[in-house]
């Protein structure tokens, strides 16, 4: 079975750094593009950044170019998400999924990706 299991949020005050880490398993990892979103109370689900193994093109949205760096171990099946500088506007939920298709430009999933249960990222102000 395809499995995403997504860590590593918690509460931090403005400035402060967390890292989020996707473990996956149950498909080939090296092949497939993986993504992170995230949703804050209220608002729609959003984009942040991708990662295709396949061939290291990475997509951040604009709130986070510069901020935000998503790396992948294929040796652990892991995509990490290193979040620096936050801000009280990245709290949300951050999930992991895998993707359709992810290059510089963009990031696309489809009703047949696989999300991780998402973990709490809270910036206080």
């Known amino acids: 079975d395809v499995q995403l299991q997504a860590s590593g949020g918690g509460l931090v005050q403005a400035g402060g750094s967390l890292r989020l880490s996707c473990a996956a398993s149950?498909?080939?990892?090296?092949?497939?593009?993986i993504g992170w979103f995230r949703q804050a109370p209220g608002k729609e689900r959003e984009g942040v950044s991708c990662?295709?193994?396949?061939?290291?093109?990475?997509y951040y949205t604009d709130s986070v170019k510069g901020r935000f760096t998503i790396s992948s171990d294929n040796a652990k099946n892991t995509v990490y998400l290193q979040m620096n500088s936050l801000k009280p506007e990245d709290t949300a939920v951050y999930y992991c999924?895998?993707?359709?298709?992810?290059?510089?430009?963009?990031?696309?999933?489809?009703?047949?990706?696989?999300w991780g249960q998402g973990t709490q990222v809270t910036v206080s102000s």
């Open positions: 149950g498909f080939t990892f090296d092949d497939n593009a």
């Open positions: 999924v895998t993707l359709f298709y992810c290059s510089s430009t963009g990031l696309g999933v489809s009703d047949f990706g696989f």
């Open positions: 990662i295709n193994n396949s061939d290291e093109s990475t």
